[in-house]
């Protein structure tokens, strides 16, 4: 754990320092009790399932301990930190709009919420479609790189995010890149997620921005691997799908938490969400046309030349079929005229 968490490799760290590095990591993150008794419940029960002596453990059982945590951490890390992050930032929402206000946010407080206004901001997780109530997005928030574990340099150890196993289901059901319009509507009305309940009958904005999502692209299909089809999402999942546009992958520091002061600014300043009792307007106003696409599309052919393009391959098709069949008669034959013993041309025979 103390390799995986400072991002060091066995190498760097000499056995002496284990403590010290413990110590470390115990100041730096709040949950380090709560990880070192998960990681020996997991060496417990790979020992106990191996039958060895837990004082002369072989190597191999170690290395199958420590793959187990490797399997098992994600998860159990999601549980254990995400979920609960999540629930409390719901408890006060702005109902049904996946937001949560910025005094609201700051009033969380227990140590987590700490990132001033402007790393909000500059991380993509702030709306501040309203200068007078700017808000913290839920899903975008949870979802940042400040809340991962940080990994052995290859990779991090991330909240889940629950907006890849609704994309999921549409790209099993769809079986292609795009679909149209309807089709994705009747799927998503009756694909429930943690929050949304299915079936359920979509709103008349979320329908005629899908619809212009298709106009836009020209062809009367949406692209579902593009930035346009992931705010759509945002909509229709506002608790689980991120707001596509900027993200946070810089560490926090020192200069991203906000001050005393500046807290005491916006706890006085701001309003609250509303909790239950606000209303949403489920007019979609929050909405940018920019697109960005995965892959370009390339347009079909028309249908002009796709009939030109079987024509030529006819014709060649036949021409080629003809010097085959020249090839063949010259070789039965021979220059003669007389047929062969085989088909091979000028052979001489020797007794």
């Known amino acids: 754990m103390v390799y995986f ?127 007078a109530a700017p808000s913290v997005i839920i899903a975008n ?68 921005r899908l619809h212009e999502i298709a106009i836009h692209h020209g062809a009367g299909r949406v692209p579902l691997h593009g930035r346009l089809f992931t705010q759509w999402m945002h909509h229709a999942y506002p608790r689980e799908c991120i707001m596509p546009g900027m993200t946070a992958t810089e560490k926090t520091s020192a200069n991203d938490h906000v001050t005393e002061e500046e807290k005491m600014f916006y706890l006085d300043a701001l309003s609250s969400s509303g909790g239950d009792e606000a209303v949403v307007n489920e007019e979609i106003t929050i909405w940018s046309t920019e697109e960005q696409l995965v892959a370009v599309r390339r347009a079909a052919p028309s249908s002009s030349a796709c009939d030109s393009l079987r024509t030529m391959a006819f014709l060649a098709a036949v021409v080629s079929a003809g010097v085959t069949l020249r090839r063949m008669a010259a070789s039965v034959f021979g220059e003669a005229g007389k047929i062969s013993a085989l088909p091979v041309s000028n052979k001489d025979h020797f007794c």
């Not at 089709?183 to 009756?190: M, S, Y």
């Open 5 to 131: 968490i400072n991002s060091k490799s066995a190498l760097e760290i000499k056995h002496i320092d284990i403590k010290a590095e413990l110590a470390t990591i115990r100041r730096r993150f709040h949950g380090t009790r709560d990880n070192m008794n998960f990681a020996a419940d997991v060496l417990t029960e790979v020992v106990e399932t191996s039958g060895s002596n837990p004082l002369h453990l072989p190597f191999s059982v170690v290395a199958s301990a420590v793959e187990e945590l490797a399997e098992r951490f994600g998860n159990w890390q999601n549980n254990q930190d995400c979920v609960p992050m999540k629930s409390q930032m719901l408890a006060k929402e702005k109902a049904g709009s996946g937001r949560i206000s910025l005094k609201d946010f700051y009033i969380l407080g227990g140590g987590r919420y700490t990132e001033n206004k402007a790393f909000l901001e500059k991380g993509g997780l702030l709306d501040d479609s309203d200068p």
């Open 141 to 208: 928030y949870v979802n940042a790189h400040t809340n991962c574990v940080p990994g052995p340099g290859m990779y991090s150890v991330c909240c889940t995010n629950e907006c890849e196993g609704l994309f999921g289901h549409l790209e099993r059901e769809l079986a292609e890149p795009e679909a149209t319009p309807e089709r994705i509507l009747q799927i998503v009305a009756n694909l429930p997620s943690a929050t949304v309940q299915a079936p359920r009958v979509l709103s008349d904005s979320l329908r005629r």
